[in-house]
């Protein structure tokens, strides 16, 4: 087990080293000036060089991508060009709130995904079975965007129930029921894919094991439906543990548009704001810590994964 966790840790480094490569190219590719939202249309010359110098935009890109990774491994993200404040805070600030609502879908998600997908494998061409995988589809197939409008005007506007939007009144955050309802909406709607994409791998599963003969073999030494329906959970575990973890790592970098929606002062969010403001550091920042996040995140689910299932590490 130590083996395989180092060989894991080995093969990250090279993928955060790859991550970040194409992190700052691919910013850098985009087209227009970064300090054109701060600079006066009269701006001097020598105003745009020292700031240019000051951002040290004026060095070649290897220089650059070196300095940035260089203060970026001491937790320096450098400073927002719309802002002035220290992206790593506001970047840490994103990602703690994008983090609950992403936390909570995917429970939600998890939760509902793995009852329809046992469900359904369980009830194989019936009616159920049907049912379920048409909830699955749809849970797919709608859009998340247009889905959190919809709920926004359902229990926001006809019936009052919840907030449409925003985090609460209190910039800080704390686990009552004020700034939680704002959750809600937003979580519901980032929950539907992940549902839909477990339920639909849960089910090809639970069919599959129920047709090995080692299910044979149990029935046949008389075991209950309980035992085996605990045998079908340990052989399905590692494999829904990993969809959802990788469902987790998509939600905390695909929620642009959802936390646009609900006005969510997420990743996605800021993303959004950085994108349309021409802010390289925030824009690098949040995409860094994104990537990196993603690439831990993988990590911790194949070492949880080879804690249930021994054989992935005999491998």
């Known amino acids: 087990m130590l083996g395989f966790l180092l060989r894991r840790l080995l093969y990250t480094l090279p993928i955060m080293a790859g991550v970040a490569l194409v992190c700052f190219a691919l910013v850098h590719l985009a087209p ?10 009269d701006a001097s010359v020598e105003l745009q060089e020292r700031l240019r110098e000051l951002y040290g935009f004026n060095r070649s890109y290897p220089e650059q991508f070196a300095g940035w990774v260089w203060r970026a491994v001491q937790g320096d993200l450098g400073t927002s060009i719309a802002s002035g404040r220290p992206v790593a805070s506001e970047v840490l600030r994103a990602v703690g709130n994008t ?5 909570l879908a995917t429970l939600i998600g998890f939760v509902l995904g793995c009852m329809f997908g046992f469900v359904a494998g369980y009830f194989q061409h019936s009616w159920i079975d049907r049912a379920a995988s048409l909830v699955s589809v749809l849970g797919v197939s709608v859009p998340h965007y247009w889905l ?13 129930w919840l907030p449409p939007g925003g985090a609460g009144a209190s910039t800080e955050w704390a686990w009552d029921w004020e700034h939680f309802k704002h959750m809600l909406l937003p979580a519901v709607t980032m929950s539907v894919i992940p549902m839909g994409i477990i339920s639909r791998t849960v089910r090809a599963l639970v069919a599959d094991i129920l047709a090995q003969e080692f299910i044979v073999g149990l029935r046949a030494k008389g ?15 590692p494999t829904a543990l990993a ?11 695909g929620s642009i548009l959802i936390e646009t929606v609900f006005s969510w002062p997420g990743t996605g969010f800021l993303l959004n704001s950085a994108i349309f403001q021409r802010d390289l550091p925030l824009l690098q920042g949040t995409i860094l810590v994104l990537a990196m996040f993603f690439v831990v995140l993988n990590l911790l689910v194949d070492v949880v994964q080879t804690l249930l299932d021994p054989r992935i590490a005999r491998a």
């Open 148 to 160: 959190g409008m919809v709920l926004v005007i359902v229990f926001s506007v006809f019936l009052n």
């Open 99 to 103: 983090l609950r609502i992403a936390l």
């Open 32 to 41: 227009g000036d970064p300090l054109v939202s701060i600079l006066p249309p």
């Open 223 to 237: 075991l209950t439906d309980l035992g085996i329906f605990l045998h079908v959970v340990k052989n399905a575990a």
């Open 243 to 253: 969809v959802m973890g990788l469902q987790l790592g998509y939600l905390l970098g």
